[in-house]
Nanobody, 114 residues
């Protein structure tokens, strides 16, 4: 399974951005899809998860500002970010689980200017 993330870039604080991550290869039976992020000098942290049924979970600091969604037919997960803050600057990674194994995407950089 290969994951290709896109949609990152430079955005002003208070703005919005939509990240996408498409899974290719042997991508059937995908279970959980998720976004994580890693800010400079910090550990990678979970942003949000979504299971195949559409059930979602969010880190507390992202609730109300980030929305995770997925298109099972396209094996794609999205992250809609609104009211972006400078502390959201990070490399955002997509992740999925399939048949008990986990897979990471290459990351897409989001830079928020104040």
């Amino acid at each position: 399974v290969q994951l290709q993330a896109s949609g990152g870039g430079l955005v002003q604080a208070g703005g919005s951005l939509r990240l996408s991550c498409a899974a290719s290869g042997t991508a059937f039976s995908i279970n959980v899809m998720a976004w994580c992020r890693q800010a400079p000098g910090k550990q990678r942290e979970l942003v949000a998860t979504i299971d195949r049924g559409g059930n979602t979970n969010y880190a507390d600091s992202m609730k109300g500002r980030f929305v995770i969604s997925r298109d099972n037919a396209k094996n794609t997960v999205y992250l809609q970010m609104i009211n972006i803050k400078p502390e959201d600057t990070a490399v955002y990674y997509c992740y999925l689980t399939r048949l008990g194994a986990g897979y990471w995407g290459q990351g897409t950089l989001v830079t928020v200017s104040s």
